[in-house]
């Protein structure tokens, strides 16, 4: 067995979709746990997709067309933003950033104070993480505003700023996908639809 991977944006789902049927016979069989959706065309080809927000209920292209509203917060030590979304329109966000300095490859008497200042700083970094996601996210998200939180950057700075209590709302909503960032700016932010709406497909061809 082969696999390759595409990561489609819903409006090209559809077509690719058809394609793939039209060149295996067509579709015979749809199956999957939810979070996967199994097809099996004629041919015996198999065709898994992964999409956004899973578990999938009922349609796929419907699952992926619906228009969302999804909370993003992405953290690298250093820098974070946070934003939601209403389908692919930004309607609120704050982005920040703390200086944290390099790790010290150095040895000597001096390399404690240095390793404890960065860690000082990357608490301050990480608190005001935690602040800019609890303003942002964490009311809407208490109020049943949000339908799912995306999460983005270093995953051990991420864990440490959802274990604020502010947060516990947004933790349940947390998408298993962590999408993979640069330095958090304001068009990094902008640019994550582009990312969180995609479904992952895995052609399986005998």
């Not at 935690?130 to 991420?158: F, N, S």
Request: proline share 6%; aromatic share 4%; with cysteine.
């Amino acid at each position: 067995m082969t696999a390759d991977r595409y990561e489609l944006a819903p409006e090209r789902l559809r077509r690719w979709l058809e394609r793939w049927a039209e060149a295996h016979g067509g579709m015979a069989e749809t199956g999957g746990d939810g979070a996967v959706v199994r097809f099996t065309a004629r041919d015996g080809a198999v065709l898994e997709c992964e999409p956004p927000f899973g578990p999938v209920e009922g349609d796929l292209l419907a699952h992926v067309g619906r228009e969302r509203t999804v909370g993003v917060l992405l953290v690298r030590l250093g820098g974070h933003a946070a934003g939601v979304f209403a389908g692919t329109r930004l309607i609120d966000s704050k982005v920040g950033s703390r200086p944290v300095h390099g790790r010290n490859r150095k040895g000597g008497s001096s390399s404690g104070r240095f390793a404890r200042r960065r860690e000082g700083q990357a608490r301050v970094a990480l608190q005001a993480a935690a602040d800019v996601a609890a303003r942002v996210l964490g009311v809407p998200a208490e109020a049943g505003a949000l339908d799912a939180v995306v999460l983005g950057g270093d995953r051990g700075a991420l864990a440490a700023v959802l274990e604020d209590a502010r947060l516990a709302a947004l933790r349940p909503l947390a998408a298993e996908r962590v999408l993979d960032v640069p330095d958090p700016r304001l068009k990094v932010l902008r640019a994550t639809p582009a990312a969180f709406l995609t479904t992952v497909v895995r052609p399986l061809e005998p």
